[in-house]
């Protein structure tokens, strides 16, 4: 199933609740059955009902019996709580968007939009949501909450993310993925959205995921990568400067000659990240930017059904 077919008529970054809710029903009707089945809400008692508040919640089974009016008081607590993790490094802001494409065509635009979708799953559910994004500095810091308003921000947040333009910035994930994991104090599902090109060694990053499971945390690592030119390096064979757009280091090749030996690295840390993963009990998710939503929206369900 292409969800990307559903908002292909919509490409304006305002738009992205609206956008975000095309991909969910837009899965929801590929579904033989929604996926939402068994979610209720519930409500913990009644309370006296005033004149002038809203008549959406009387109980008027109650009313009959006592001649009163009851409206229901409905429970604060949620089913989950979810915390998103964006990187919003440089490399994150790759490949370099042309006029005719759509925002969620790079690793930045897709990671917002994707996030956007599991807030939409997460408010009809019900569920608390947090926010923090990083780059060389902790840009933002929100905690896990499921109100309107609460949630209007954190999309507002992301919609900024889109809006801000690219400058060299590098990625320090191990230092936040830390402050981060210090941050959440109540047991949630953690997602993060990054494209693994950080600095430090492998050890000092698995350290750092495996902090962010502390608490009994659940933790989603989403690998966003651009599958034509990151691992399959699909390029001709015309000389190459290819510049790293976070150091500014430039090197001049041709495709053709580093090709085969490109691609064998790259097959090899993604599996040796896998690897890692499987072994720290992380889910690992890699997702091509060039593919739907479709596996986001399943790994999220898949795991929040797990999450006992």
């Known amino acids: 199933m292409k969800i990307e077919s559903q908002i292909d008529k919509i490409s304006s970054f305002q738009h992205l609740e609206l956008l975000a809710n095309q991909v969910v029903e837009g899965f929801i009707s590929g579904m033989h059955k929604s996926p939402f089945h068994g979610f209720s809400t519930e409500f913990a008692e009644h309370k006296v009902y005033n004149v002038g508040e809203s008549t959406k919640h009387i109980d008027w089974k109650l009313f009959a019996k006592t001649d009163r009016l009851y409206t229901k008081q409905f429970e604060e607590e949620t089913n989950l709580r979810c915390h998103i993790i964006i990187d919003n490094s440089s490399s994150m802001h790759f490949p370099k968007l042309k006029g005719n494409q759509n925002f969620y065509e790079n690793k930045i635009g897709f990671s917002v939009l994707a996030s956007a979708v599991l807030m939409n799953l997460l408010k009809k559910q019900r569920d608390a949501v947090g926010l923090s ?83 009994k945390h659940k933790v989603v690592l989403f690998h966003v990568f651009d599958g034509k030119t990151e691992f399959n390096f699909d390029f001709d064979n015309a000389p190459r400067k290819f510049i790293d757009i976070e150091t500014a280091e430039e090197i001049s090749v041709f495709a053709d000659n580093v090709k085969e030996e490109y691609e064998k690295q790259v097959s090899f840390y993604f599996k040796k990240l896998a690897l890692s993963c499987a072994q720290n009990k992380i889910k690992y998710v890699p997702v091509n930017v060039r593919e739907d939503f479709e596996k986001i929206i399943l790994t999220y369900l898949t795991e929040k059904q797990n999450f006992g």
């Open 133 to 215: 994004v990083f780059s060389d500095t902790y840009e933002y810091y929100a905690p896990e909450k499921g109100s309107d308003r609460h949630h209007r921000m954190v999309l507002n947040t992301l919609e900024n993310l889109l809006k801000e333009p690219v400058v060299k910035k590098s990625t320090d994930t191990i230092t936040f993925l830390h402050q981060i994991a210090e941050k959440i104090h109540r047991r949630s599902m953690i997602i993060l959205f990054t494209d693994m090109f950080q600095t430090g060694d492998e050890d000092q990053l698995l350290n750092a995921l495996q902090h962010l499971k502390h608490n």
